[in-house]
């Protein structure tokens, strides 16, 4: 569908309103070649606006994009559809809204980007309510992304298809995420934003190492701090503090450093500065540095060559099979030889599959193959560079192997632990070399997924840290520092948010399928929470939980009543064929 179906030859589409969804939805339309004409109160969004245009002045055809830009609402007299795109703020949209009924003809028809407020006051308070119809965007909008059309009562058909063909015609998918579901979905997400804010205000991680594990470690389309950027620090300030101050829930309170950055102007991508850097076009800037440190290749370090892997699991056999595909030599101990056997057996049948699907060579399979030993006598792990702990998660157990590998490894060896909710410390301590220990959390499967959490502890050695960053890189993976408290990054974050979403079922208006709708199709979510919740495992998330909340009190992860009654029903998730959703 071309825009020029949208509206009558002559007549323009119109923006009011040029922060982070307008200028979107401005550059929506001149990419597709029809005119429009963009207004703004404030002349330094005028030319800011007006310098990325420039940076990428074609549509879709390749002609050059034609494009207004003025302070002067009444620029609109002649307009056929405007589209009001100012603050999420119900007195400054009734404003605008009545202005451009004054100042437009009287079949001009008026879309408004009221996300989180109610349309219908809006709309009666505009004069003009049959010519309003709604477009509920949960995160701004780019081509492929979904949108709601809404009405009221009061809105008349018209109105609704121009609304409708508006939004498929610059790229967007028309959906249905109703206004419930979509208001609890913007309640999860920015409380989980305000979450990774303050991570970032306490210097547990930095902002990219935090967005890196959310993307790579939950299949997220951005990171938490990407997605303030893109939303804008102002508008997600705005969102927290009228939660904060309608519900008085501590987690919208918007942490100090979202404050101090509205109060400096750092506001993310529409001005170049927020949690990261972007240029003029608003596009990340490729010349920031990365905050996480690099290790510099010239720096002769610690070498590793030789990996042992201590454990028969599934963790334990993906990481020996991604090292030794990674030209390592590797060793895997097991508790008896059976296991060994049936380990090495496991790793050769996932290497064949690897084959099948392309990921490696035959030539590649048969140098792995011969690159790995899987014995039950942990005296050969002696000479290795780097031992890696991957048992079952329980603190006894691991102890106990660190006692064993404290024992036979030589010196400068390092040794990790693969824990995804433990002390690293407590796992570690009994090896004695407290210096030349770390946190290696690969995520399953470890063959396919690209995040480590590095995880340092208070004694660990710097160049310990380097060389495991040095380690993850070689396998092809990318890693993420972060101190040894519960969680580390990813669960410390993720089920916080969970635990959100199943306190929410408390409010006899939540859907479960709906919010699940809402935050997949409003966001663009691999899952939405309940779903995840019930892959993760229902019994798996009340025992991270419990971990988490006995580290963190009073920091949103205690465990809602209602998870423990499904847990000791039997209702486990998607593995039981029952859990939050049915399977």
């Known amino acids: 569908m071309d825009v020029q179906d949208t509206v009558e030859p002559g007549r323009a589409v119109a923006i009011v309103g040029l922060g982070t969804v307008g200028e979107a939805l401005l550059s929506m339309v001149a990419a597709t070649g029809r005119p429009v004409v963009g207004v703004d109160h404030d002349p330094d969004v005028i030319a800011r606006v007006e310098r990325r245009l420039k940076g990428r002045d074609l549509d879709a055809t390749g002609e050059p994009a034609s494009w207004t830009l003025t302070t002067d609402i009444t620029a609109l007299a002649h307009a056929g559809v405007v589209v009001e795109a100012v603050t999420d703020d119900l007195t400054a949209k009734r404003d605008v809204l009545r202005r451009l009924r004054q ?8 879309v408004t980007t009221a996300s989180s407020l109610p349309l219908f006051p809006l709309a009666t308070a505009s004069g003009c309510p049959d010519r309003i119809a709604g477009l509920r965007l949960l995160r701004p909008p780019a081509i492929g992304r979904r949108a709601e059309v809404v009405r009221t009562s009061l809105t008349s058909d018209e109105a609704v298809d121009v609304a409708e063909r508006l939004a498929t015609a610059i790229g967007l998918e028309n959906v249905v995420l109703g206004q419930r579901a ?14 990774a804010a303050a991570m970032v205000a306490e210097g547990f991680a930095s902002a990219r190492d935090i967005d890196t594990a959310m993307r790579l470690g939950c299949g997220l389309p951005s990171g938490p701090l990407e997605l303030i950027d893109e939303l804008g620090v102002d508008e997600v300030h705005s969102y927290l503090e009228s939660q904060w101050n309608r519900t008085g ?4 309170r918007p942490v100090p450093l979202l404050t101090s950055m509205l109060r400096r102007g750092t506001l993310g991508r529409k001005n170049g500065q927020g949690f990261h850097a972007y240029d003029e076009r608003g596009l990340p800037d490729e010349r920031t540095p990365a905050d996480r440190g690099r290790v510099d290749s010239s720096s002769p370090g610690r070498r590793i060559r030789h990996v042992g892997v201590y454990g028969s699991g599934t963790m334990a056999r993906g990481i020996a099979e991604v090292c030794a595909t990674s030209g390592l030599r590797v060793t895997l101990v097991a508790r008896s030889a059976d296991k060994a056997r049936s380990a090495a057996t496991a790793i050769e049948a996932s290497l064949v599959k690897a084959v099948r699907r392309g990921r490696i060579t035959p030539a590649g399979k048969e140098e792995a193959t011969a690159a790995l030993t899987a014995v039950d006598n942990v005296s050969a792990l002696a000479d290795c560079d780097l031992v890696i702990e991957a ?3 329980d603190l006894d157990i691991k102890r106990g192997v660190f006692a064993q590998l404290g024992a036979v490894r030589r010196p400068g060896a390092i040794l990790a632990t693969t824990t995804s909710s433990l002390s690293v410390a407590a796992c570690t301590a009994p090896a004695g070399c407290p210096g030349e220990t770390l946190g290696l959390h690969f995520f399953n499967p470890a063959p396919v997924m690209k995040l480590v959490e590095l995880v340092r502890t208070p004694d660990t050695a710097d160049d310990v840290m380097d060389a495991g960053r040095e380690f993850c890189a070689g396998l092809g993976k990318v890693s993420v520092a972060c101190p040894d408290r519960a969680g580390f990054i990813v669960n410390r974050l993720l089920f916080p948010y969970l635990t959100d979403a199943v306190r929410l079922l408390d409010d006899a208006a939540v859907d479960v399928g709906a919010l699940d709708t809402a935050v997949e199709r409003g966001f663009g979510y691999p899952m939405g929470p309940f779903t995840l919740l019930d892959a993760i ?5 009340l ?6 909340h006995s580290e963190f009190p009073g920091a949103g992860c205690e465990p809602p009543a209602v998870l423990r009654e499904l847990v000791g029903e039997g209702y486990l998730g998607r593995k039981a064929g029952r859990g939050l959703r049915r399977a």
């Not at 025992?543 to 988490?548: D, F």
């Open 182 to 195: 979509s208001d609890f979905a913007a309640r999860l997400v920015h409380s989980y934003l305000n979450r």
């Open 537 to 541: 495992g229902l019994d798996v998330s």
């Open 249 to 252: 829930d501590e987690v919208f």
């Open 391 to 393: 048992v079952a998660e």
């Open 543 to 548: 025992a991270i939980l419990e971990r988490l």
């Open 103 to 110: 100042v437009c003809p009287p079949d001009t028809a008026f």
